[in-house]
DNA sequence: TTCATCTATATGCAAACTGCACCTAGATGA
DNA sequence: TCATCTAGGTGCAGTTTGCATATAGATGAA
């Protein structure tokens, strides 16, 4: 029966980062609302300080959720500045954050296998594993 | 200066794991000459068990490498079945891999800040963590 | 007042990646 | 003869991503 494709991202989480971004803004929604902008900011405390986020990336990821009930947002007036979209997480939300916990530990635990691959094949042929 | 735009995957590496089978193979290769039927087999090592890789993939990610020079193939007549496209690594995909390396431990610090922050969180507001 | 700048959100586009379906073709054995 | 295994490959559509750009309120300087 052909023709049967759906696939999608629906909620892969597909085994590899690559929306590392949405767990990160998870989480940051898990401590209290808040929109992107500030979001945005606070990403760098996990660390992405070369590489920063694009902000076209982070309102594409907030919306995304949001179309899945993760989050919900409402229109904040700001007391200074434009107004602002808030995002806060919902409880499927919550549990969708531990999904990519439990995600993220399995990536993690296969990081470190290759870590030990690496390590164990450059103990063998010892080539040169160090060139600096 | 518009029209500027080039980006592409040349050799990003991007922070996160988009195409963590690319070192995976890179690191098989450096084993020894393999070609990409046995590649994809060897590949369950790194515990792609459950998810695992789509031969189309492999066989795409060892062309690419191969333009970019970090592998060299040669056909080999099979002494059983049809012939084989045998990927070497080159020293430039040496390095590569050493490049990757330290991408992927990179990666693995986000990770764990990451972790380090969910828990942090979850041990303060002690919501509900477990629920199973 | 006008203008640059900061805050804040959003869209358009092209390049890239990925998974599924499908194709070719040699070898092998029933 | 035919199904099956081995081996490599293409086509396509869905999805992601980074850059450029647009919009617009607020703020302060000239």
Known sequence: MPGRRRRGAE???SRRINRFLEPCLLLLLHGG?????????R??????????????????????LEE???VTSR????DS???????ALSPAGDGYLQVWVRDLEET?????RFF???QNHMKLHHSNGKKT
């Open 11 to 13: 909620n892969r989480c």
């Open 116 to 118: 030990s691959e690496y």
């Open 33 to 41: 609302e808040s929109h992107g902008y500030e979001l945005l900011e």
């Open 43 to 64: 990403l760098g405390k996990f660390g992405f300080n070369e590489n920063p986020a694009d902000s076209s990336t982070i309102y594409r990821i907030l919306r995304s």
């Open 75 to 78: 229109w904040a007036e700001g």
């Open 68 to 70: 899945r009930d993760f």
């Open 108 to 112: 993690d635990r296969i990081l470190h």
């Open 81 to 87: 500045g434009p107004a602002r979209r808030v995002y």
